[in-house]
């Protein structure tokens, strides 16, 4: 269950009506030039390298838009992105990502962004 919930991340089709939804607010989503879950790759190392950090950020107490940050590895690098809450859950996630995929393999496009 953890690995189809890290593959398919929080992506949506079409433009959401749910106010709190984060996918309205990150505007990278719309241009298609940015990474999404679809661009996951397929290898089992890359997928247990996403559901591992999705797993830790669903274990924490951070805002529900934080746990579900977009998380996508390609050939070990992670690509994190999305927008949370506090410079803190920025710090804490990053930290998260970077112990499971290694210092260097981590790019972080977090937003910090007031969610109302």
């Not at 089709?13 to 990150?26: E, Q």
């Not at 930290?95 to 790019?107: E, F, L, N, P, S």
Request: glycine letters at 6%; hydrophobic letters at 30%.
């Amino acid at each position: 269950m953890i690995s189809a919930l890290a593959v398919s991340g929080c992506d949506y089709a079409t433009k959401p009506t749910n106010k709190n939804d984060s996918s309205s607010i990150n505007q990278r989503d719309q241009g298609g030039s940015t990474k999404t879950s679809m661009d996951q790759n397929e290898s089992q190392k890359d997928i247990d390298i996403t559901a591992d950090i999705r797993r830790q950020l669903v274990d924490t107490k951070m805002s529900i838009n934080a746990q579900n940050i977009k998380i996508v590895t390609q050939n070990g690098k992670v690509t994190l992105r999305g927008p949370v809450a506090t410079g803190d859950e920025k710090l804490q996630i990053e930290t998260i990502a970077r112990r499971v995929a290694g210092a260097t393999k981590v790019d972080s496009q977090l937003d910090v962004t007031k969610l109302n």
